[in-house]
């Protein structure tokens, strides 16, 4: 029988979906998708949504609390949605994604394969080196910092997120003070008058150096020589200022010209001993320990020896493949993006002469790339994977097959698609040793891994 809107039923929450939802079936069988629910939580849920095959719902009553629930200690967690799993033990957590990872290989990818027990991120708050946050103004018409509330551009002013680092809410509320002292205006989407839109800063986890860059409708900021003075003032450790032009009625949150108001223009950190520039268009991991876990047990899974040649497609900024530099003959790396491609072949450069003399960075999609390279004879002993969310295309995972490494590591942000890949894999010459799991967004519903495959030898 159908699920009626505002029917209300009371049910137990067996899990978490890989959206961050709990899991629960109605009397009937029908799965119902509960935000906000935690694993073991008995309540009452309202319906709001029935797609026959399955329904949504909110908590409308909380009978009883999973043992895993902890208070929330963030006043706008719920209408903000950016700590999805904010309500959740962070053990809980950790076991919720584990079983996420697995059933996307076994399920999606029916793959029998090992997944190891997930890596915890060494912090579960406070993590980020990265925010872009929205400006707008509060319920005083004051200027204010906050996040948009899921699916709308209403802005959710948020002094405090507990994601990011304490100095980078500072600065930002700084800034709003300064504003409002200064009668500069945010802007406004639905009249296109105000100057402010976002402010996004960086901070270097190793560092500890922070960029401020402020995007705006225009160039002239108004008062920037005494703006300049106040931050560097107020924060030691801001090593460069600038401002952003981003005109157009977009939901892009960066136009195409900065401009530096104060120092280099970029600010300094590394990963994995790896020397990185991050200006306010550079790709880069938030959660920068974590990363660390993350590339290190690739290079685990990568073995590496003085004669290989490492082919790292999707490289980024070639952070993953300078990490593993010093153990190979050769590094080839590729990545669509130009800006980070120029980032790369710097980071090497900044690695010294050897490094730079054996690492080979260019500009090309991955699947053309691959494609490309396989035609042209090239055998990597290892390839590198680390695609975005939608994971690799078939030529991409073609080539790769033509190439013949020995092995093939799978860094995913997506363990759907990447189940998905490591079954086309399965099924031409290549075997999914393991998987392990690694947590670099705690508090959200994300959840990284690395795969592992090796090249099957028939006699």
Same mark, same amino acid.
């Given at each position: 029988?159908?699920?009626?809107?505002?029917?209300?039923?009371?049910?137990?929450?067996?899990?978490?979906?890989?959206?961050?939802?709990?899991?629960?079936?109605?009397?009937?069988?029908?799965?119902?998708?509960?935000?906000?629910?935690?694993?073991?939580?008995?309540?009452?849920?309202?319906?709001?949504?029935?797609?026959?095959?399955?329904?949504?719902?909110?908590?409308?009553?909380?009978?009883?609390?999973?043992?895993?629930?902890?208070?929330?200690?963030?006043?706008?967690?719920?209408?903000?949605?950016?700590?999805?799993?904010?309500?959740?033990?962070?053990?809980?957590?950790?076991?919720?994604?584990?079983?996420?990872?697995?059933?996307?290989?076994?399920?999606?990818?029916?793959?029998?394969?090992?997944?190891?027990?997930?890596?915890?991120?060494?912090?579960?708050?406070?993590?980020?080196?990265?925010?872009?946050?929205?400006?707008?103004?509060?319920?005083?018409?004051?200027?204010?910092?906050?996040?948009?509330?899921?699916?709308?551009?209403?802005?959710?002013?948020?002094?405090?997120?507990?994601?990011?680092?304490?100095?980078?809410?500072?600065?930002?509320?700084?800034?709003?003070?300064?504003?409002?002292?200064?009668?500069?205006?945010?802007?406004?989407?639905?009249?296109?008058?105000?100057?402010?839109?976002?402010?996004?800063?960086?901070?270097?986890?190793?560092?500890?150096?922070?960029?401020?860059?402020?995007?705006?409708?225009?160039?002239?900021?108004?008062?920037?020589?005494?703006?300049?003075?106040?931050?560097?003032?107020?924060?030691?450790?801001?090593?460069?200022?600038?401002?952003?032009?981003?005109?157009?009625?977009?939901?892009?949150?960066?136009?195409?010209?900065?401009?530096?108001?104060?120092?280099?223009?970029?600010?300094?950190?590394?990963?994995?001993?790896?020397?990185?520039?991050?200006?306010?268009?550079?790709?880069?991991?938030?959660?920068?320990?974590?990363?660390?876990?993350?590339?290190?047990?690739?290079?685990?899974?990568?073995?590496?020896?003085?004669?290989?040649?490492?082919?790292?497609?999707?490289?980024?900024?070639?952070?993953?493949?300078?990490?593993?530099?010093?153990?190979?003959?050769?590094?080839?790396?590729?990545?669509?993006?130009?800006?980070?491609?120029?980032?790369?072949?710097?980071?090497?450069?900044?690695?010294?002469?050897?490094?730079?003399?054996?690492?080979?960075?260019?500009? !090309?999609? =991955?699947?053309?790339? #691959?494609?490309? /390279?396989?035609?042209? $004879?090239? +055998?990597?002993?290892? %390839?590198?994977?680390?695609?975005?969310?939608?994971?690799?295309?078939?030529?991409?995972?073609?080539?790769?097959?033509?190439?013949?490494?020995?092995?093939?590591?799978?860094?995913?942000?997506?363990? !759907?698609? =990447?189940?998905?890949? #490591?079954?086309? /894999?399965?099924?031409? $010459?290549? +075997?999914?040793?393991? %998987?392990?799991?690694?947590?670099?967004?705690?508090?959200?519903?994300?959840?990284?891994?690395?795969?592992?495959?090796?090249?099957?030898?028939?006699?």
């Amino acid at each position: 029988m159908p699920l009626q809107k505002n029917q209300i039923l009371t049910l137990r929450i067996e899990r978490l979906s890989s959206d961050g939802s709990g899991v629960a079936h109605s009397p009937d069988g029908e799965t119902v998708f509960v935000p906000g629910a935690a694993p073991g939580d008995e309540a009452d849920v309202r319906i709001v949504k029935d797609c026959k095959r399955y329904a949504f719902g909110i908590l409308d009553h909380l009978r009883t609390p999973s043992p895993d629930r902890i208070p929330v200690d963030c006043a706008v967690a719920g209408p903000c949605g950016g700590c999805s799993l904010r309500h959740l033990d962070y053990t809980a957590e950790l076991r919720a994604k584990q079983e996420n990872v697995t059933d996307a290989f076994r399920r999606i990818g029916g793959l029998d394969v090992p997944v190891l027990n997930i890596c915890p991120s060494p912090e579960a708050d406070r993590y980020r080196n990265k925010v872009q946050f929205p400006v707008g103004l509060d319920k005083n018409g004051n200027p204010c910092i906050g996040f948009y509330a899921g699916r709308t551009h209403r802005i959710v002013p948020c002094p405090d997120c507990k994601l990011q680092p304490g100095v980078l809410n500072d600065i930002g509320n700084a800034l709003c003070r300064f504003f409002a002292e200064n009668g500069i205006q945010p802007y406004n989407e639905e009249t296109g008058r105000g100057l402010v839109r976002h402010i996004f800063l960086r901070r270097g986890a190793h560092s500890g150096q922070i960029m401020v860059c402020l995007v705006c409708t225009r160039p002239n900021l108004p008062h920037t020589d005494a703006l300049c003075t106040r931050l560097r003032e107020q924060f030691a450790d801001i090593a460069t200022i600038l401002l952003n032009v981003n005109s157009k009625n977009t939901n892009v949150i960066l136009g195409t010209e900065t401009h530096t108001l104060y120092g280099p223009g970029y600010i300094e950190d590394t990963l994995c001993g790896v020397p990185v520039q991050l200006g306010p268009l550079s790709f880069y991991q938030v959660n920068t320990l974590a990363a660390e876990r993350l590339y290190g047990i690739a290079a685990q899974y990568a073995q590496l020896t003085p004669d290989d040649l490492l082919l790292d497609l999707y490289c980024g900024m070639g952070t993953i493949g300078l990490s593993m530099v010093d153990y190979c003959r050769e590094l080839v790396g590729v990545e669509i993006v130009p800006e980070a491609i120029e980032s790369a072949k710097a980071n090497a450069a900044r690695m010294g002469d050897a490094v730079a003399a054996k690492s080979c960075f260019f500009c !090309a999609d =991955a699947g053309q790339a #691959a494609t490309r /390279l396989a035609a042209e $004879g090239l +055998h990597p002993d290892v %390839v590198m994977l680390d695609p975005p969310r939608k994971g690799c295309d078939e030529a991409t995972l073609s080539a790769v097959v033509r190439m013949a490494p020995r092995r093939v590591v799978y860094v995913s942000c997506n363990p !759907a698609t =990447a189940a998905r890949d #490591a079954a086309w /894999l399965e099924q031409n $010459g290549y +075997h999914a040793e393991k %998987v392990q799991p690694v947590d670099l967004f705690p508090r959200t519903k994300h959840c990284e891994a690395v795969i592992l495959l090796t090249k099957v030898h028939v006699n």
